[in-house]
């Protein structure tokens, strides 16, 4: 035991100081302001046309369309700390949400953002980055489907080659990115005053203030738009690759393994229609065949037949695996719900299915497997 501990103590102390190095060496900071995406509390102004949900996952989409970026990002570099400051939700909410993306090789941090102003945010996010050692700080919003890591490097460039600060303008007439050297430490307190947030002035009144505290600034050429109305939805499907109604209404694929299941099948897939709370999201129900002897196709033509949902009934090598293989290369639904041949679904299955994926963090779900019960009659 004390041969263990004493063996464990300076390894934990080494596995420190390798991370507080790793920490030394990241020379830029990358701050991405975001809000735990929060059904009625987030996005609120798209509500009224993609209702609370909606616009709720439209800010997760966005978020984690960025969040990849940027650790896509800080791989390749090596020293960059990618640092979310959220609104909403709890630290825990927002551990679990990006588990996906905190890695040895991606460090990922979470910070409630303090209370104030846009701009006490700002400086406060800035301060702390600088303070702690780092060359650079880049600050962004998760609203921006547009940046990219090119954008992100053209900004640490500018910094790296003599700009004390740098902005990326926004189309509605602020900004989507700010950024600082060490050189405009000294300003945080006062570069950040006297602007009038949420207006179409907030570029051009951030740009003379910088100029009026002598800071050397420069500018990004992209103009980008950040989503906050309905017309910015446009943004969403061009950057993220997704159409509107995809925000609102949820398509699924059921892939369905099979193997001899003439006895079962016919019943599954009448529950899958009838339980299903918008058959209209059915896309369709896409059955894997592992090579069946009995009439099990013959039941799925029967069924096919007397439905209006679409069935596609492909053959392929036996072998869950490779059956579930096969049935997602054939989908078309935005998500897929995998059943078993003989299942009795739940009633309203798609939606809770669609609300467990709509929690920050999940990528897939499951129900409990419980088993009906055969007794043998005793004689």
């Known amino acids: 035991m004390w041969l263990y501990l004493s063996l464990l103590f300076p390894i934990s102390v080494l596995s420190f100081y390798?991370?507080?190095?790793?920490?030394?060496?990241?020379?830029?900071?990358?701050?991405?302001?975001?809000?735990?995406?929060?059904?009625?509390?987030?996005?609120?102004?798209?509500?009224?046309?993609?209702?609370?949900?909606?616009?709720?996952?439209?800010?997760?989409?966005?978020?984690?369309?960025?969040?990849?970026?940027?650790?896509?990002?800080s791989i390749i570099h090596g020293n960059i700390d990618l640092d979310i400051w959220y609104n909403g939700g709890t630290k825990k909410d927002m551990l679990y949400w990006m588990k996906e993306r905190r890695t040895s090789k991606a460090r990922v941090s979470v910070q409630e953002q303090p209370k104030g102003g846009l701009g006490d945010k700002l400086q406060q996010a800035a301060s702390k980055a600088l303070s702690q050692g780092r060359q650079h700080v880049i600050i962004i919003g998760s609203d921006i489907p547009g940046i990219n890591g090119d954008i992100i490097e053209a900004a640490i460039d500018k910094l790296k080659n003599?700009?004390?600060?740098?902005?990326?303008?926004?189309?509605?007439?602020?900004?989507?990115?700010?950024?600082?050297?060490?050189?405009?430490?000294?300003?945080?307190?006062?570069?950040?005053?006297?602007?009038?947030?949420?207006?179409?002035?907030?570029?051009?009144?951030?740009?003379?203030?910088?100029?009026?505290?002598?800071?050397?600034?420069?500018?990004?050429?992209?103009?980008?738009?950040?989503?906050d109305l309905e017309e910015d939805i446009v943004v969403i499907e061009k950057e993220l690759?997704?159409?509107?109604?995809?925000?609102?209404?949820?398509?699924?694929?059921?892939?369905?393994?099979?193997?001899?299941?003439?006895?079962?099948?016919?019943?599954?897939?009448?529950?899958?229609?009838?339980?299903?709370?918008?058959?209209?999201?059915?896309?369709?129900?896409?059955?894997?065949?592992?090579?069946?002897?009995?009439?099990?196709?013959?039941?799925?033509?029967?069924?096919?037949?007397?439905?209006?949902?679409?069935?596609?009934?492909?053959?392929?090598?036996?072998?869950?695996?490779?059956?579930?293989?096969?049935?997602?290369?054939h989908a078309t639904g935005d998500h897929l719900l995998f059943v078993h041949s003989d299942s009795v679904i739940p009633r309203n299955y798609d939606e809770e299915a669609r609300k467990c994926l709509l929690k920050p963090g999940n990528i897939a779900g499951a129900y409990r497997l419980a088993f009906d019960a055969v007794e043998t009659p005793i004689s």
């Open 241 to 329: 690759g997704i159409d509107r109604l995809q925000l609102t209404k949820w398509s699924w694929s059921v892939v369905i393994p099979t193997l001899n299941e003439e006895d079962t099948i016919e019943d599954t897939l009448d529950l899958i229609v009838q339980r299903c709370s918008d058959v209209t999201c059915l896309a369709e129900i896409v059955i894997c065949d592992g090579g069946s002897k009995d009439n099990t196709e013959t039941k799925v033509k029967e069924f096919s037949e007397r439905t209006k949902v679409k069935v596609k009934f492909i053959k392929c090598r036996a072998g869950r695996g490779f059956q579930l293989k096969e049935g997602t290369r």
């Open 18 to 73: 390798i991370y507080k190095e790793k920490r030394r060496k990241c020379i830029t900071s990358i701050v991405v302001f975001s809000r735990y995406p929060q059904p009625g509390t987030t996005k609120t102004r798209l509500i009224p046309v993609l209702g609370k949900e909606g616009a709720a996952y439209s800010q997760l989409l966005m978020t984690n369309h960025i969040v990849q970026k940027l650790k896509e990002l």
């Open 162 to 227: 003599g700009s004390d600060m740098v902005l990326g303008p926004a189309a509605d007439g602020g900004y989507y990115l700010v950024g600082f050297s060490t050189q405009a430490q000294k300003h945080l307190d006062s570069v950040f005053k006297d602007i009038d947030w949420g207006t179409e002035r907030v570029f051009k009144q951030q740009s003379d203030k910088a100029r009026s505290l002598g800071i050397n600034m420069d500018i990004l050429p992209q103009t980008l738009h950040d989503v």
